[in-house]
């Protein structure tokens, strides 16, 4: 039991650079290789005007694995027989035969059921701009992160701060598509922020940084408003799971409550709490997600 003691609440500080950054090295590595790929896929880049990003366009996109809400559960039945004007190829079709193309039925089994598209829209990108915006906020706050925190821990974050943006976003945005490592890096950077409020009297000039660091989380979220297939509803979800899993799995990220003798005490009380919220936000939403039908999209003739 002693390597649980280390992992959830030894709080002796890692000395700088301990731990190598390889997580957040490879998958910056993997989400430059799949944007390549889609590009590649879309046979170059698409206007400027159907994406503001330099990327491919959202058929593409949705195509390889973007969250789609229509791809991801059932639709009523009375809808998928219809004959509906298909966007991708300006010709008539069944509404399934155009969830089936836009879903890549073909390649990616399990159609409605495709729940790899609450995983695989993290390490998409809608475009060039968005992808080189992502990676130096992956690379400024994950490197040390992981430096500190190590691969296991920094990997745990990443991977469920991203699916819970997606899930939140699924239920918050179900008409729309898309992807991006945004919800997993507002993950981190929550475990950014409460490393730095709970280090604050050791640092040199904290409210500059907080200032800088928190006007910049800001802005953008208030990008993913209003630019196309970057979402802000997962950068919320992928905030609030940041700090719960942070909280939870990170040493030194928790305060003496209730003034205990022993402060592994406070840190035990603190992870029950955030345990127990991680699994009333993942198990809550996938009931409410699953527990309705996707409404159409098209417009039926």
Request: net charge positive.
């Amino acid at each position: 039991m002693s390597w649980l003691k280390k992992f959830f609440i030894d709080e002796t500080r890692p000395e700088s650079g301990r731990h190598l950054p390889i997580f957040i090295i490879l998958i910056s590595i993997v989400e430059m290789a799949l944007l390549i790929y889609t590009i590649i896929d879309n046979k170059g880049l698409s206007s400027m005007s159907d994406d503001p990003m330099a990327g491919p366009s959202s058929v593409t996109l949705i195509r390889n694995g973007a969250k789609y809400v229509l791809c991801m559960k059932s639709t009523q039945e009375n809808y998928l027989n219809e004959t509906i004007n298909c966007e991708y190829n300006s010709q008539t079709c069944t509404y399934e035969e155009c969830l089936r193309y836009l879903c890549n039925a073909q390649n990616f089994k399990g159609f409605p059921y495709q729940i790899y598209r609450f995983l695989i829209p993290i390490f998409l990108h809608v475009g060039i701009i968005h992808f080189v915006i992502n990676l130096i906020i992956q690379l400024v706050i994950g490197i040390p992160l992981e430096k500190k925190f190590g691969l296991i821990r920094i990997g745990i974050i990443y991977i469920l701060s991203g699916i819970g943006g997606i899930l939140l976003s699924a239920i918050g945005l179900p008409k729309s598509s898309s992807v991006g490592a945004s919800g997993a890096l507002y993950g981190i950077f929550a475990v950014y922020l409460i490393d730095m409020i709970r280090n604050w009297k050791n640092l040199s000039k904290p409210w500059f940084r907080l200032i800088i660091d928190g006007g910049f989380s800001i802005g953008w979220l208030i990008v993913g408003v209003f630019v196309p297939m970057i979402d802000y509803m997962a950068h919320i979800g992928g905030f609030i799971i940041g700090i719960l899993s942070g909280l939870c799995i990170c040493p030194n990220l928790y305060w003496n409550i209730c003034k205990f003798d022993d402060p592994t005490k406070s840190k035990l009380i603190i992870i029950i709490i955030s345990f127990l919220l991680s699994l009333a936000f993942f198990f809550g939403g996938f009931g409410v997600f699953y527990s309705t039908t996707a409404a159409p999209t098209y417009s039926t003739n």
